[in-house]
């Protein structure tokens, strides 16, 4: 059974190896200051845009072409009045052949409406992932901060 939070699909001409190299490409797609290694099992890094949002996430299931998972072990969002909503959650990239396709499912477990962060984080998680990790896995570019 799925736990709630935040989803989003969509689907590429690209190989699901494409598709997994992309993901573990943060710093390719993910707007903002990006510290320590995003690719391997028990990796951590730290994620941090302007003063609005500091994270830390520990990489906890790394399944080449398939999944990964990053469960956020910090957060300081400065925009909430529970600055600590994102401890605790999983952000996790599920990849799977389709056909001639390559569908990512992405979901931001524990992101849920009664977070005061969901309208505003659910909304960038969408820039993101339907956009500037989209726009990565089809051309191959890095893409521009989202938010400029």
Known sequence: ?????????????????QVFAAINNVRGWWSGEIV????KIGAEFTYRYKNMHNSKQKITEFV???KVVWHVTG???TFVKD???WIGTDIVFE??????KTEVHFTHVG???A??????CSGAWGALVDGNLRKLIETGKNQPDAFA
């Open 83 to 85: 600055k600590k909503e």
């Open 95 to 100: 990849i799977e052949k389709k056909d001639d």
């Open 64 to 66: 080449p072409g398939k």
């Open 36 to 39: 320590g290694d995003t690719n």
């Open 111 to 113: 992101l849920v409406p």
């Open 1 to 17: 059974m799925t736990k709630q939070g935040f989803s989003t699909s969509f689907t590429v001409d690209q190989t699901p190896d």
């Open 75 to 77: 957060a300081e969002l």
């Open 115 to 120: 977070f005061e962060c969901y309208g505003g």
